[in-house]
């Protein structure tokens, strides 16, 4: 038989290297042919994209930071306290993650009771230029006017009568994202819960003593009380009278002295009092059940009359007090034995 050819056996190594370049060349080829496509999709990018990623993600994100931020009250203080306007001061402390570094401008906030759906301002509030700080302690004091009477008034009532009650301080400003120049709007509005007074629940009136010959009208009846305050704010209310009551008949009025109170129970003033008919108070501590068994303690109720500090009326702390009635327990029995030397009965003995 006849041998076949030897020349054709490299034929399988030829197709082999051939089938590699035209795909590296086409490739290659590809990019070179459309480079202005990706230079165009590149420059989209830039011109597009990332100004919307500034003006719209950053802001949205620097809204967010603030939003999760913390605000915690550490106390309010009232002092110089008029009739049209007080000094504030207000301490607090501000918590964030701190993941973003940014700064916020100085801004005007506004203080209103969350639950009340009018949401009308009592008061401003000055911030000072604060940072993005994991924590930052933020104290204030600033001149206060009075711009809103009744929503001040409103305030205070609500302070005086609850045990809890909600805040919100909100206000407007701009924040500076580090590495980016331009400055974003954002709305600062944190809601508070504050602690209230309680009515004055647990007021004492203890070291009392009468004197029955004080001429008609003038100071009969002193002790000295001592007036929890279970708020984070302290108060200058000046010299303060109270309507006084015993089984809702209106006997004198009582009076408590440039009057303070701080957070606390460290509230003890000297209290003096004009009773216009000592005997009807004496004669219903010897009646039962007064006499036996309350051992002659009687239930006084006061209520708010006036509050005059620096000569002015303060009608936002006066018409407060005067919204409800408090009841003080005073030891009658105790206070004709220290003030005249002789033990009151019961009637019946």
């Not at 459309?34 to 620097?62: D, Q, S």
């Not at 607090?92 to 639950?115: C, H, N, Q, R, W």
């Not at 005059?308 to 206070?335: C, K, M, P, W």
Request: proline residues 4%.
């Amino acid at each position: 038989m006849d041998k076949q050819p030897e020349d054709k056996q490299p034929e399988y190594t030829q197709t082999e290297n051939v089938a590699e370049k035209p795909r590296k060349r086409g490739c290659a080829g590809h990019c070179l042919k459309f480079w202005w496509a990706y230079l165009i999709a590149v420059i989209v990018i830039v011109v597009i994209v990332v100004p919307v990623v500034i003006l719209v993600g950053v802001p949205k994100i620097a809204q967010q930071k603030l939003d999760h931020a913390e605000l915690i009250l550490d106390s309010i203080v009232m002092t110089n306290s008029r009739a049209q306007n007080f000094t504030m001061s207000i301490n607090t402390e501000i918590k964030s993650d701190g993941k973003v570094k940014a700064t916020i401008e100085p801004f005007e906030g506004v203080m209103y009771l969350e639950d009340l759906l009018e949401h009308k301002p009592f008061a401003k509030v000055h911030f000072p230029e604060t940072t993005s700080a994991k924590s930052q302690i933020i104290n204030i004091t600033q001149f206060t006017m009075i711009d809103d009477l009744d929503a001040f008034t409103t305030f205070n009532t609500w302070l005086l009568h609850n045990e809890t009650f909600r805040v919100t301080v909100e206000g407007d400003t701009k924040v500076h994202v580090k590495g980016i120049a331009r400055a974003y709007g954002v709305t600062f509005k944190k809601t508070i819960d504050m602690p209230g007074l309680r009515m004055l629940d647990g007021t004492t009136v203890t070291n009392t003593t009468v004197n029955a010959t004080a001429p008609k009208g003038q100071n009969n009846f002193f002790g000295t009380v001592r007036i929890p305050n279970y708020s984070k704010v302290a108060f200058e209310l000046g010299n303060t009278s109270f309507h006084n009551y015993l089984l809702d008949k209106e006997i004198g009025t009582v009076y408590l002295d440039n009057l303070s109170l701080k957070p606390g129970n460290d509230n003890v003033y000297p209290m003096r009092a004009t009773i216009d008919d000592l005997g009807y108070v004496t004669g219903l501590a010897v009646q039962k059940p007064y006499c036996d068994k309350l051992n002659g303690v009687l239930p006084f109720k006061l209520r708010g009359k006036s509050v005059i500090n620096h000569g002015e009326s303060l009608s936002y702390f006066a018409d407060a007090l005067a919204s409800g009635n408090q009841t003080v327990q005073i030891d009658i029995r105790g206070t004709v034995k220290r003030s005249m030397g002789f033990t009151l009965g019961c009637t019946d003995e």
